[in-house]
């Protein structure tokens, strides 16, 4: 049974950073695609990023614009998402997922992914 639990959350003012972790265990991490998603109060599940198998070809989500970095540590079962000038619309809570299909090119939709976490609070103070 895979388990995946989210750390890092909490609130921060806008401007601010938060660092995401999420943790894997009960199969080999590595045979993982990570992805991280959110969902906004009122809003649907949405993208946010997305790491391959040895950490190569991450993807992020169009609105990001470059203030997300996401990892993953194999030796750790963990993967990460570095998140810097927080604005308040990225209030919601974060889930991180794995997916087992070995693809190449890591998913952006959440049917793609089998395996997720109960989520982490993220609120950005204006």
């Known amino acids: 049974q895979v388990q995946v639990a989210e750390s890092g959350g909490g609130l921060v003012q806008a401007g601010g950073s938060l660092r995401l972790a999420c943790a894997v265990s009960?199969?080999?991490?590595?045979?993982?695609?990570m992805g991280w998603f959110r969902q906004a109060p009122g809003k649907e599940r949405e993208f946010v990023a997305a790491?391959?198998?040895?950490?190569?070809?991450?993807r992020y989500a169009d609105f990001l614009k470059g203030r997300f970095t996401i990892s993953r540590d194999n030796a750790k079962n963990t993967v990460y998402l570095q998140m810097n000038g927080l604005k308040p619309e990225d209030t919601a809570v974060y889930y991180c997922?794995?997916?087992?299909?070995?693809?190449?090119?890591?998913?952006?939709?959440?049917?793609?992914?089998?395996?997720w976490g109960q989520g982490t609070q993220v609120t950005v103070s204006s």
């Open positions: 009960g199969r080999t991490f590595s045979n993982y695609i």
């Open positions: 997922a794995a997916d087992p299909s070995w693809t190449v090119v890591p998913g952006t939709r959440d049917f793609e992914y089998d395996y």
């Open positions: 790491i391959s198998l040895t950490g190569g070809s991450p």
